[in-house]
């Protein structure tokens, strides 16, 4: 039932209209029919081997059943997946062919008979209507709402002895075998889509876990939008902190509208989602970062106080005249929650800090020096890393103001040339180096890749626009709609 999962986990990823959400999914015609023929392949393998029913009648005397049915060969149907177009989804299938070995017996008076037969069927049809929706818990629903399958005529060849039998056979068993196959791939499309879609979306998770505390939530905030050209659900697509669901005390932007359908997939994140995370990061403090001579990969000299050549002892004088043979540990602190700015252009990140300055004597205690304001403006490149979006750091400016000197007066302008320095050879390197190992990963399943994919940006909005490629029967293909590695919160760059 691999076909199944395919299918469901596409409509699964499609989805609405409610107010702005933080994440929209957009699954187009061209998407649907990749799917379509993937899954109409791997239903074709799975209803082949099939057993069907036995079927036994009594007609003019003619006592018969026949048995041990198997579907031995299939022909796949040409096939079309409908939007919109009376139910949400029609899955229509024309000329399934199959052909089915059994054996037969009859009593017929007093003569007693038997052998094996071959079943063509080359012209069957069906068409299923499909609805889609939404629980109240945020995961979405599949159910069959119509079946409707037609049948053309049959070839029948019995192998065996009295043929006259086998003949008023031929128009018995005819019949009885066209309506139990009509019964039965309804029951097999049904089956597939109600049960099995069930099962998988039961395992749907309308939330994922973002590192120690943050929690990424994206349920489906209302049914699916069906157009004739696509699918698209609407995710909340906002992060929360984990023991404590207090929203974030703003909403989000309008994203900006996907205007083609030329790919199979679009995706749309929301700033919203960035937002929310940097809103719950400051607000409980994870925005935090010690800088010590130890995590100073290569140049761990930079901290000390006394020295020959470069480091903060010299650049400050105060530092090394007051603390020689000690070390500088830097405390960062957020002061407010960093705002993510998506244009056209760039995503920007503007972010406030105190930085305390304190020296670690050689006989470990801790000594305030100074704190700075910081305010740090950032842009960032957004790319995609396999299936998961991660960005580089291209362009950082920190501006600082002194305050709370306890080592006398700082000069201001030496002390900014001297953090523009740290940005470029130290911070920004440093940063970039940990944000290799950091991505959200976008919605996607173990059988599922993109392909041609591309980022676009737009107002408030990281566009992804990409085609997917199906590998069906892998093994246990767990539905991890957003893989997370923890982006804040971090002690150990
Ligand atoms: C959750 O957070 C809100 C706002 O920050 C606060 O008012 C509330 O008391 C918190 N609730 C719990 C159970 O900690
Ligand atoms: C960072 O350093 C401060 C002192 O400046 C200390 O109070 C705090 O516990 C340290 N935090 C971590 C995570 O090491
Ligand atoms: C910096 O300090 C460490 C530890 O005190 C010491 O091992 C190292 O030699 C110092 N570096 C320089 C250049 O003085
Ligand atoms: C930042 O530093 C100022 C003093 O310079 C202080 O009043 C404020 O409470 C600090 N904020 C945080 C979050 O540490
Ligand atoms: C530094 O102080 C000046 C003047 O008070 C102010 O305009 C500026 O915004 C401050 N910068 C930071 C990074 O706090």
Same mark, same amino acid.
């Given at each position: 039932?691999?076909?199944?999962?395919?299918?469901?986990?596409?409509?699964?990823?499609?989805?609405?209209?409610?107010?702005?959400?933080?994440?929209?999914?957009?699954?187009?015609?061209? *998407?649907?029919?990749?799917?379509?023929?993937?899954?109409?392949?791997?239903?074709?393998?799975?209803?082949?081997?099939?057993?069907?029913?036995?079927?036994?009648?009594?007609?003019?005397?003619?006592?018969?059943?026949?048995?041990?049915?198997?579907?031995?060969?299939?022909?796949?149907?040409?096939?079309?997946?409908?939007? +919109?177009?009376?139910?949400?989804?029609?899955?229509?299938?024309?000329?399934?062919?199959?052909?089915?070995? *059994?054996?037969?017996?009859?009593?017929?008076?007093?003569?007693?008979? *038997?052998?094996?037969?071959?079943?063509?069927?080359?012209?069957?049809?069906?068409?299923?209507?499909?609805? /889609?929706?939404?629980?109240?818990?945020?995961?979405?629903?599949?159910?069959?709402?119509?079946?409707?399958?037609?049948?053309?005529?049959?070839?029948?060849?019995?192998?065996?002895?009295?043929?006259?039998?086998?003949?008023?056979?031929?128009? @018995?068993?005819?019949?009885?075998?066209?309506?139990?196959?009509?019964?039965?791939?309804?029951?097999?499309?049904?089956?597939?889509?109600?049960?099995?879609?069930?099962?998988?979306?039961?395992?749907?998770?309308?939330?994922?876990?973002? &590192?120690?505390?943050?929690?990424?939530?994206?349920?489906?905030?209302?049914?699916?939008?069906?157009?004739?050209?696509?699918?698209?659900?609407?995710?909340?697509?906002?992060?929360?902190?984990?023991?404590?669901?207090?929203?974030?005390?703003?909403?989000?932007?309008?994203?900006?509208?996907?205007?083609?359908?030329?790919?199979?997939?679009? @995706?749309?994140?929301?700033?919203?989602?960035?937002?929310?995370?940097?809103?719950?990061?400051?607000?409980?403090?994870?925005?935090?970062?010690?800088?010590?001579?130890?995590?100073?990969? &290569?140049?761990?000299?930079?901290?000390?106080?006394?020295?020959?050549?470069?480091?903060?002892?010299?650049?400050?004088?105060?530092?090394?005249?007051?603390?020689?043979?000690?070390?500088?540990?830097?405390?960062?602190?957020?002061?407010?929650?960093?705002?993510?700015?998506?244009?056209?252009?760039?995503?920007?990140?503007?972010?406030?800090?105190?930085?305390?300055?304190?020296?670690?004597?050689?006989?470990?205690?801790?000594?305030?020096?100074?704190?700075?304001?910081?305010?740090?403006? +950032?842009?960032?490149? /957004?790319?995609?890393?396999?299936?998961?979006?991660?960005?580089?750091?291209?362009?950082?400016?920190?501006?600082?103001?002194?305050?709370?000197?306890?080592?006398?007066?700082?000069?201001?302008?030496?002390?900014?040339?001297?953090?523009?320095?740290?940005?470029?050879?130290?911070?920004?390197?440093?940063?970039?180096?940990?944000?290799?190992?950091?991505?959200?990963?976008?919605?996607?399943?173990?059988?599922?890749?993109?392909?041609?994919?591309?980022?676009?940006?737009?107002?408030?909005?990281?566009?992804?626009?990409?085609?997917?490629?199906?590998?069906?029967?892998?093994?246990?293909?767990?539905?991890?709609?957003?893989?997370?590695?923890?982006?804040?919160?971090?002690?150990?760059?």
């Amino acid at each position: 039932m691999e076909f199944l999962c395919i299918f469901v986990n596409l409509v699964i990823l499609a989805s609405t209209q409610t107010v702005n959400p933080g994440l929209r999914l957009r699954i187009t015609q061209d *998407g649907l029919q990749y799917a379509n023929k993937v899954a109409v392949d791997t239903f074709a393998k799975d209803i082949k081997r099939t057993r069907l029913e036995d079927i036994t009648g009594n007609v003019k005397g003619v006592q018969y059943s026949l048995t041990n049915l198997i579907v031995n060969d299939l022909k796949a149907p040409t096939s079309t997946i409908t939007l +919109a177009s009376g139910s949400d989804v029609e899955w229509r299938a024309t000329k399934l062919g199959l052909e089915i070995d *059994g054996t037969f017996k009859y009593i017929f008076l007093f003569i007693k008979g *038997g052998g094996d037969f071959t079943v063509k069927a080359s012209d069957l049809s069906f068409a299923v209507g499909i609805q /889609i929706g939404v629980d109240t818990n945020g995961k979405p629903t599949i159910k069959t709402t119509s079946c409707d399958c037609k049948i053309g005529p049959l070839q029948i060849k019995f192998r065996g002895k009295r043929a006259w039998i086998y003949n008023i056979l031929t128009s @018995l068993a005819s019949n009885a075998i066209a309506t139990m196959l009509q019964k039965k791939v309804c029951e097999k499309v049904k089956d597939v889509l109600d049960k099995k879609a069930e099962e998988e979306l039961c395992s749907f998770q309308a939330e994922v876990q973002l &590192g120690e505390h943050l929690t990424l939530d994206y349920r489906l905030l209302s049914a699916p939008h069906i157009t004739s050209e696509y699918i698209e659900g609407d995710f909340k697509g906002e992060v929360f902190w984990t023991m404590n669901r207090t929203e974030a005390p703003f909403a989000p932007s309008p994203m900006a509208t996907i205007t083609d359908n030329k790919k199979m997939v679009y @995706l749309t994140v929301s700033d919203y989602i960035f937002k929310s995370m940097g809103y719950q990061a400051h607000a409980h403090g994870l925005l935090m970062y010690n800088l010590t001579s130890k995590k100073m990969r &290569g140049d761990d000299d930079l901290l000390n106080t006394t020295c020959k050549d470069t480091c903060i002892g010299k650049l400050i004088p105060q530092i090394g005249q007051l603390y020689s043979n000690s070390q500088v540990e830097i405390h960062l602190q957020s002061t407010d929650w960093p705002r993510v700015f998506i244009t056209e252009k760039a995503v920007q990140i503007l972010s406030k800090s105190n930085v305390t300055f304190s020296a670690r004597k050689p006989d470990n205690t801790l000594h305030f020096m100074f704190r700075i304001h910081a305010v740090t403006m +950032a842009s960032a490149k /957004i790319k995609l890393n396999g299936d998961a979006l991660s960005g580089t750091i291209d362009y950082m400016k920190v501006e600082t103001n002194v305050t709370n000197s306890l080592i006398g007066n700082i000069d201001e302008a030496t002390f900014q040339l001297l953090v523009d320095d740290a940005v470029k050879k130290v911070i920004k390197p440093m940063i970039n180096d940990y944000l290799k190992d950091v991505g959200i990963k976008l919605p996607s399943t173990d059988n599922l890749q993109f392909k041609d994919a591309k980022i676009e940006l737009l107002t408030n909005t990281i566009l992804v626009e990409t085609n997917v490629k199906i590998t069906p029967n892998i093994k246990k293909k767990k539905s991890t709609v957003l893989k997370y590695k923890p982006m804040v919160g971090r002690q150990d760059i």
